[in-house]
T-cell receptor, first 114, second 117 residues
C-alpha cells in the first residue's frame, strides 16, 4: 500500500541554522510528491512539488527538496531557517495521475529558537 | 481572491446532534474533498467529489456524509457526531490533479476545529 513516512515528529533548530526534514515514501511507480506547511491556526500551503524531470525542486520561502528514487526519499531542505518557519510540515504523495487523493505523512513540527 | 472557505471555523457540540460544515470554493474547481487531521496521523481523506452529483468514499468515511449539488459547494454532514470525530477538518479543491500534461495544485481551506462532547 502507498504510504508516506516522516520519521521526525519534532525538530528544533536555531535561527540561521540549516534544516533538513525527512520524508520517505512507499509506492510502486514514480509518485507525485509534495511538501505542505501548516502555520499555527492556518490551513495548508503548498511549498513545492515533484512531478517529473529535475530531481531537485525549488519552492517558495527558500525551500528546496530532492527526489531520490533509490532511497524512496523526498527530503525538504533550507539553508538558513528564519523564526517565521516555525510550523508543521507535511510530506504528501499523489498515488496516480487520475486521482486527486493525497496521502499524507504524519507531519514534522519545527521549532525555531532565536 | 481565489480561495476555499469553510464555516464554522470552530464548533463545540454534543454527541448525537446533527451538524454540517460548509465548504465553498470560487475557482470553478471540479474536484473537492474533505480531510481530517489528527495528532500523529496526519491528514486522511474522508470523502471526495469529482464533479457535481459524483461523490465517493475516501479512507475514513464512517460517520460522515457529503453532497455535491453545486460545483462550488461541498458540505460535510455529521448525522450523529461522536467524540471520536473530534478533529480538525480541511476542505480542499482542485481543477483536477493532472490535466493537459501538468499538475494542478490542490487548495486547502483554513480548517474547522470540531469538538464533540
Amino acid at each position: 500500500a502507498q504510504s508516506v513516512t516522516q520519521p521526525d515528529i519534532h525538530i528544533t533548530v536555531s535561527e540561521g541554522a540549516s534544516l533538513e526534514l525527512r520524508c520517505n515514501y512507499s509506492y510502486g511507480a514514480t509518485p507525485y510528491l509534495f511538501w505542505y506547511v501548516q502555520s499555527p491556526g492556518q490551513g495548508l500551503q503548498l511549498l513545492l512539488k515533484y512531478f517529473s524531470g529535475d530531481t531537485l525542486v525549488q519552492g517558495i520561502k527558500g525551500f528546496e527538496a530532492e527526489f531520490k528514487r533509490s532511497q524512496s526519499s523526498f527530503n525538504l531542505r533550507k539553508p538558513s531557517v528564519h523564526w517565521s518557519d516555525a510550523a508543521e510540515y507535511f510530506c504528501a504523495l499523489n498515488e496516480a495521475y487520475n486521482t486527486d487523493k493525497l496521502i499524507f505523512g504524519t507531519g514534522t513540527r519545527l521549532q525555531v529558537f532565536p | 481572491e481565489a480561495q476555499v472557505t469553510q464555516n464554522p471555523r470552530y464548533l463545540i457540540t454534543v454527541t448525537g446532534k446533527k451538524l454540517t460544515v460548509t465548504c465553498s470554493q470560487n475557482m470553478n474547481h471540479e474536484y473537492m474533498s474533505w480531510y481530517r487531521q489528527d495528532p500523529g496521523l496526519g491528514l486522511r481523506q474522508i470523502y471526495y467529489s469529482m464533479n457535481v452529483e459524483v461523490t465517493d468514499k475516501g479512507d475514513v468515511p464512517e460517520g460522515y456524509k457529503v453532497s455535491r449539488k453545486e460545483k462550488r459547494n461541498f458540505p460535510l454532514i455529521l448525522e450523529s457526531p461522536s467524540p471520536n470525530q473530534t478533529s480538525l477538518y480541511f476542505c480542499a479543491s482542485s481543477s483536477g490533479t493532472y490535466s493537459g500534461g501538468s499538475y494542478n495544485e490542490q487548495f486547502f481551506g483554513p480548517g474547522t476545529r470540531l469538538t464533540v462532547l
